[in-house]
């Protein structure tokens, strides 16, 4: 099937309230412009210079998401123009991003990446420092950033059930500080949860973000 296809197939898959991220790294600027073209606007990259390039070459009216692990010493060539960071796990990273967007005069959105799979091979907070870091932003230590809500990736595994679990838990302590610590703030309302392989699970288990990139383009 065409890009195009692909997309408007997915789109149909998700209600109103849930975004559709295209995934397009390790993809040529001519592949997201075919994506581009029938409308998709989102666009998330997992590579500092790689996002930069091809915000560089593309249209400026694409909101650019960056999904990936970011070093601190990396932050700052993407704070100009980068939409929404979904991949904060660590307090040093938060402290960066709050510098580099102070200099540039900006509240950067992020998300804080949990770590909700068995692997240890994939970054995210632990629930209780997540829980920390969101008592430090309620104190504001964090002026130049919105923390807007949370993401996760589930265990690489055929297990639906397990994988349901893991975004189920996701979606628990996403409540669990909303109603705790944020009083229920509209502005954290964000859950990015969701892949080619597991959308469809994110989606029911309460998913705000879908990142979907092989479905879209094709294999890597
Ligand atoms: C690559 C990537 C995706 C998309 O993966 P697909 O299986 O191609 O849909 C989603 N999230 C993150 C963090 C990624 O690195």
Same mark, same amino acid.
């Given at each position: !099937?065409?890009?195009?296809? +692909? ?31 029938? $409308? ?13 390039? =091809?915000?560089?070459? !593309?249209? =400026?009216?694409?909101?650019?998401? !960056? ?47 949990? @770590? ?5 091979? =994939? ?25 807007? @809500?949370?993401? $996760? ?11 349901? +679990? ?13 109603? +705790? ?7 954290? +309302?964000?859950?990015?949860? @969701? ?10 288990? $309460? ?11 094709? $294999?890597?």
């Amino acid at each position: !099937m065409s890009i195009a296809a +692909n997309i408007e197939k997915i789109k149909q898959e998700l209600s109103q309230n849930v975004k559709l991220i295209a995934v397009s790294k390790t993809k040529p600027v001519e592949t997201l412009m075919e994506a581009y073209n029938i $409308g998709q606007k989102i666009f998330g990259e997992n590579k500092v210079q790689e996002l930069v390039d =091809k915000y560089q070459q !593309m249209p =400026k009216d694409i909101e650019w998401h !960056m999904i990936g692990h970011l070093q601190s010493n990396k932050v700052k060539y993407i704070i100009p123009f980068v939409h929404l960071i979904h991949s904060v796990d660590s307090e040093n990273l938060l402290l960066e991003i709050n510098k580099q967007a102070a200099k540039v005069n900006k509240v950067q959105k992020v998300l804080l990446q949990i @770590g909700i799979a068995s692997e240890d091979t =994939k970054f995210g907070l632990e629930k209780e420092i997540a829980n920390s870091l969101i008592i430090k932003y309620l104190n504001k230590e964090f002026e130049n950033i919105e923390i807007i @809500g949370l993401m $996760g990736m589930a265990t690489f595994t055929n297990d639906l059930k397990q994988i349901e +679990n893991e975004f189920e838990n996701l979606k628990n302590i996403f409540d669990e500080i909303k109603t +705790n610590y944020l009083n229920n703030q509209s502005s954290f +309302n964000q859950i990015s949860m @969701g892949m080619s392989s597991d959308y469809k699970i994110a989606i029911a288990k $309460g998913s705000t973000m879908v990142r979907v990139g092989s479905s879209i383009f094709g $294999g890597r």
